[in-house]
């Protein structure tokens, strides 16, 4: 079965990498999908998240088993173009649970053959966001043990130069 995993990635955490892996060890494909949201201003380009996502992927044993795709529109019709199954979310509080839920439904109206599924985030990056790591690291704070150490030294040099 193969699964997408549809996020922003700005930058990827440790928060996104468990759920990666996770997934792959669950399923047999999954692509990680950087959607494309006119709506949100992004701190790096789709080409950077992507090139980040993939640096960080480099090592993991299941790697040829996951693919990284810069996607537009909405999410379900990509899902479908690219012959996956399910979305794949994650959920760190009560918060992202409303969320998911509003937008799954949403998901199911369009089409329901394609299923949501949501995994719990780990409590050690319960409170983990691409928000949290750039209003940390733009303080000069330490993101080291927030984002995968391929990408730290980019993203605290790209927040530094703000
Ligand atoms: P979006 O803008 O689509 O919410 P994000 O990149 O912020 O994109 O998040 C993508 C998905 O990963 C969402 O389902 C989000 O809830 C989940 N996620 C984000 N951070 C974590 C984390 N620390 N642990 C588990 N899931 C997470």
């Not at 998240?49 to 640096?55: H, K, L, S, V, Y």
């Not at 299941?62 to 529109?73: C, K, N, P, Q, Y």
């Not at 760190?92 to 995994?119: F, G, K, Q």
């Amino acid at each position: 079965m193969k699964v997408c995993y549809p996020g922003t990635f700005d930058p990827i955490t440790n928060g996104h990498l468990d759920i990666i892996k996770r997934a792959v060890s669950l399923y047999d494909e999954v692509t990680v999908l950087i959607m494309r949201n006119p709506a949100k201003k992004s701190l790096f380009t789709e080409t950077e998240r992507r090139q980040m996502i993939e640096a960080c992927l480099r090592s993991l044993p299941e790697r040829d088993r996951i693919t990284v795709e810069i996607g537009s529109g909405l999410t379900v019709e990509y899902a479908k173009k690219i012959q996956a199954s399910a979305i794949i979310r994650g959920i760190r509080a009560v918060s992202d649970y409303e969320y998911e839920l509003l937008n799954a439904t949403a998901n199911m109206y369009i089409n329901d053959r394609i299923e949501t599924l949501l995994l719990i985030a780990r409590p050690e990056y319960s409170f983990l966001s691409s928000s949290v790591v750039k209003e940390i690291g733009a303080n000069h704070g330490d993101i080291s043990g927030m984002v995968p150490q391929e990408i730290c030294g980019l993203v605290s040099a790209k927040l530094n130069s703000l």
